[in-house]
């Protein structure tokens, strides 16, 4: 078992900046690839970008790639994500997720253990 508090979400205008944090409890972290998806009103769950156990690999979607920057710390369990040249379209809450394995790390459809959420609104 793997349990996710995400944290760090607020009120931002557009072009700040805001890190998102996730802590995560149970021994398998250090073990799981590290995703983070969003979702605005009426909308679909969406990814925005991933990173591997190790760190080695990261992923991201195409409409924050440059922005935003995932990085992991094992040694605290806690997956971070780095949100620079925040837009309006950026507004939504996001949730930190684990998983075993890598494959279509883009499909929140693989992912075990989610987070309860934290809301980014961006201000135009």
């Known amino acids: 078992q793997v349990q996710l508090v995400e944290s760090g979400g607020g009120l931002v205008q557009t072009g700040g900046s805001l890190r998102l944090s996730c802590a995560a409890s149970?021994?398998?972290?250090?073990?799981?690839?590290m995703g983070w998806f969003r979702q605005a009103p009426g909308k679909e769950r969406e990814f925005v970008a991933a990173i591997s156990w190790r760190g080695g690999s990261t992923y991201y979607a195409d409409p924050v790639q440059g922005r935003f920057t995932i990085s992991r710390d094992n040694a605290k369990n806690t997956v971070y994500l780095q949100m620079n040249s925040l837009k309006p379209e950026d507004t939504a809450v996001y949730y930190c997720?684990?998983?075993?394995?890598?494959?279509?790390?883009?499909?929140?459809?693989?992912?075990?253990?989610w987070g309860q959420g934290t809301q980014v609104t961006v201000s135009s």
């Open positions: 997720a684990a998983r075993p394995g890598s494959h279509s790390y883009y499909s929140s459809a693989f992912y075990d253990y």
């Open positions: 149970g021994r398998t972290f250090s073990n799981n690839l």
